[in-house]
Each structure stands twice: as structure tokens, then as C-alpha cells.
């Protein structure tokens, strides 16, 4: 079971990423369901670690936020921001 949610936890993310450079909003909107998915099933499974799970999750998609402006701004789609 551990193996699902690190699947949909890694699979979030990387939608999450993927928004800052398709925008449109439906990337980024799969991306927060699977992650909420994940936390979900970790939850369910290992009820002793809630708090870690959860924890864990939000730290990594804002992890994922950070590195999206990061790598955003590294391109040239951020000439077209300015």
C-alpha cells in the first residue's frame, strides 16, 4: 500500500510542477488530488503517523511551488511575464 501513496504523492507533484509551465489550471488541479489522494491512503493505512503524513505533504507541495517559480524563472516564458 506504501507504494500507492508514494505513486500519487510523486505523481502530484510533478502535475503540480507541470502547471507553472502549461497553465490552465487542470494540471495543477489533478496534481492537488492526487497529493490529497496520498495523504488519504497514508492516513488510512498508517493511522499512528498521521500527523507526519500530513506534514510531509504540505512541505513537499510547497516545496513543488517553490521550484515551479524557480525553474520558471529560469526560462524564457518568464520574459513573457514582465
Not at 505533504?57 to 518568464?78: P, Q
Amino acid at each position: 500500500m506504501i507504494w500507492w501513496v508514494i505513486l500519487f504523492l510523486v505523481a502530484g507533484m510533478v502535475l503540480v510542477i507541470s502547471e507553472f509551465f502549461l497553465p490552465g489550471g487542470i494540471l495543477g488541479g489533478l496534481g492537488v488530488m492526487l497529493v490529497i489522494i496520498s495523504g488519504v491512503l497514508g492516513v488510512y493505512s498508517y493511522p499512528d503517523y498521521a500527523l507526519f503524513i500530513i506534514i510531509g505533504e504540505i512541505l513537499g507541495v510547497v516545496l513543488c511551488t517553490v521550484l515551479g517559480f524557480l525553474l520558471l524563472t529560469r526560462t524564457r516564458a518568464s520574459n513573457l511575464l514582465t
